[in-house]
Nanobody
Framework: QVQLVESGGGLVQSGGSLRLSCAASGSSIFSLYTMAWYRQAPGQQRELVAK???????NYADSVKGRFTISRDNAKNTVYLEMGSLKPEDKAGYYC?????????WGQGTQVTVSS
């Protein structure tokens, strides 16, 4: 069983930056997991923000391309999301996801609020 703990959310002004972290525990094969960040705004469906494969290949939602960067540190069992040029529409709960074969784990989320 993998536990994912997100941190780094908070309140930031429009145009500002935040760095989210997701620390994984309970697995010795973190490096094999595809890691991703999702977000969910009130009344909206959860959507994929960015993901990074075990090989380091990355994908981003069109809405965050050029502003957000996902990265991972396998030695620390941690995945990061660097968010820049934040917009009010980026306000949401951000959730970390780990996926490998049939295994799929979620963190509890961290809230990001962007003031205009």
């Amino acid at each position: 069983q993998v536990q994912l703990v997100e941190s780094g959310g908070g309140l930031v002004q429009s145009g500002g930056s935040l760095r989210l972290s997701c620390a994984a525990s309970g697995s010795s094969i973190f490096s094999l997991y595809t890691m991703a960040w999702y977000r969910q705004a009130p009344g909206q469906q959860r959507e994929l923000v960015a993901k990074i494969s075990s090989r380091g290949n990355t994908n981003y939602a069109d809405s965050v391309k050029g502003r957000f960067t996902i990265s991972r540190d396998n030695a620390k069992n941690t995945v990061y999301l660097e968010m820049g040029s934040l917009k009010p529409e980026d306000k949401a709960g951000y959730y970390c996801n780990a996926m490998y074969l049939l295994y799929n784990y979620w963190g509890q989320g961290t809230q990001v609020t962007v003031s205009s």
